[in-house]
């Protein structure tokens, strides 16, 4: 049986919100285990780091729903989301003239962009997305009502975008 598309938004909004706030959580708490002070890391208002939540997207993407050994998972996605930090970070800098991460204190760092540090911990959150985030989504998908699930999703969809807007329109000096 097809899923609705409530259910599939749902799946979306939800594991973009959360892959985006372990993110988050992941960037505060490394700024704060490493120089001893809280900094509201990324572009969002939110608490959400959106590039997180593209990146186990594009893994999804390429890795698809399908059964894949846990070593595998780990190497693929610590390869592929490192190639997708390093051009993030040049994209990034481009479009608003500014340099919003940097690796150049951390062992094995690459390019200054990304880091064998980081790209190990992006295969271990690829880890946790694949075995644990995406499963638990499809189960709350199917318990909730197809109406909360679209509610749930528009109202995500609707204030991420509106904070995006907002802060976007403020790194480019508006």
């Known amino acids: 049986m097809k899923k609705d598309f409530s259910r599939k938004l749902f799946r979306y909004v939800f594991e973009f919100i959360v ?76 479009i608003f003239h500014k340099q919003f991460w940097t690796y150049r204190t951390w062992w094995g760092s690459i390019l200054d962009r990304s880091s064998v540090i980081s790209s190990a911990i992006f295969g271990l959150f690829a880890l946790i997305y694949f075995f644990i985030l995406h499963p638990i989504s499809g189960r709350l998908s199917e318990k909730l009502s197809k109406w909360a699930c679209m509610g749930f999703s528009i109202i995500a969809v609707a204030t991420v975008l509106t904070d995006l807007v907002i802060s976007v329109n403020q790194l480019l000096g508006g």
């Open 19 to 94: 892959a985006g706030f372990i993110g988050w959580i992941y960037e505060v708490a490394t700024i704060w285990i490493m120089w001893h002070y809280f900094d509201n890391r990324g572009m969002l208002h939110l608490p959400i780091i959106p590039i997180y939540a593209v990146g186990a997207f594009i893994l999804l993407a390429v890795l698809r729903e399908k059964k894949h050994n846990p070593i595998f998972v780990f190497l693929f996605s610590a390869v592929i989301t490192t190639i997708f930090e390093l051009a993030s970070s040049y994209l990034l800098e481009f």
